[in-house]
């Protein structure tokens, strides 16, 4: 087991009225700790419904979609598992007016590598800022996703939920962000690992009245 830590302080930050806000919270430690937040000293949901606009991320991270005035507060992760528990600094969300002048669409958080358990939900992280606000949609090689069905949704408004996947759901997969000046667009792969199930060794010779089988009892399968 490996020591929980802290690997940089939560930062404060600005979001204009509309925007999406997306405050850090990078932890290590073996087993992975869980990661929680607050506001204001109280705790938010451990939610991942695809309605709700604040959420907590895989990656730990908080974010704050359509940000409103409400959500002008204190905010601070905490991190545990079953070896330690760790504090992070406050860090404050500044909702500031909305202006109504063009900005560049900039990503918060570009989507990265993800390997998943076979049968688990994933998600695929992917943020972005900027006015007009941006809109999302996601791409599996050339092929866009159909999004609000069974296997995919949008969670957070912007981040990929796949659910229950197979090996058949590896590969590539892109993130774009788009509103009527521009589009960005960022990439990812998403891996599936089997399971380790015992089967029975193929016999590989007969000695007398004794069979001799291979030692290695396991495969690595995908399905």
């Known amino acids: 087991m490996g020591p929980l830590k802290l690997v940089v302080p939560t930062e404060s930050v600005s979001s ?3 925007d999406t806000a997306l405050l850090r919270c990078e932890v290590t430690g073996d087993p992975m ?6 506001k204001n000293r109280e705790d938010l949901p451990l939610t991942l419904t695809p309605e709700s606009r604040v959420v907590v991320l895989p990656s730990g991270s908080l974010q704050v979609s359509k940000v409103q005035p409400p959500d002008s507060a204190t905010y601070r992760c905490l991190a545990d598992n079953p070896g330690s528990a760790r504090t992070g ?4 969300l500044r909702v500031l007016p909305e202006p109504g002048t063009t900005r560049g669409l900039l990503f918060l958080q570009k ?3 993800v390997t998943s358990l076979l049968g688990r939900d994933a998600v695929l992280e992917c943020s972005a ?17 159909q999004i609000r069905s069974k296997k995919y949704s949008l969670l957070g408004g912007s981040n990929l939920l796949i659910s229950s996947v197979t090996d058949d759901d590896s590969g590539s997969y892109s993130c774009m962000a788009f509103n009527r000046n521009q589009n960005i667009t960022a990439s990812c792969e998403l891996s599936v690992l089997g399971k380790c199930v015992p089967r029975r060794p193929p016999l590989v010779a007969r000695v007398g009245t004794y069979l001799r ?9 995908n399905k």
């Open 16 to 18: 204009y009225l509309g």
């Open 89 to 92: 600094s406050d860090a404050d």
């Open 33 to 38: 700790p869980v990661v929680r937040w607050q």
């Open 129 to 145: 800022s900027g006015f007009p606000t941006p809109a999302f949609h996601w791409m599996r090689g050339a092929e866009r996703i």
């Open 111 to 113: 989507p990265q590598r």
């Open 213 to 221: 089988w291979h030692t290695n009892t396991h495969k690595q399968i």
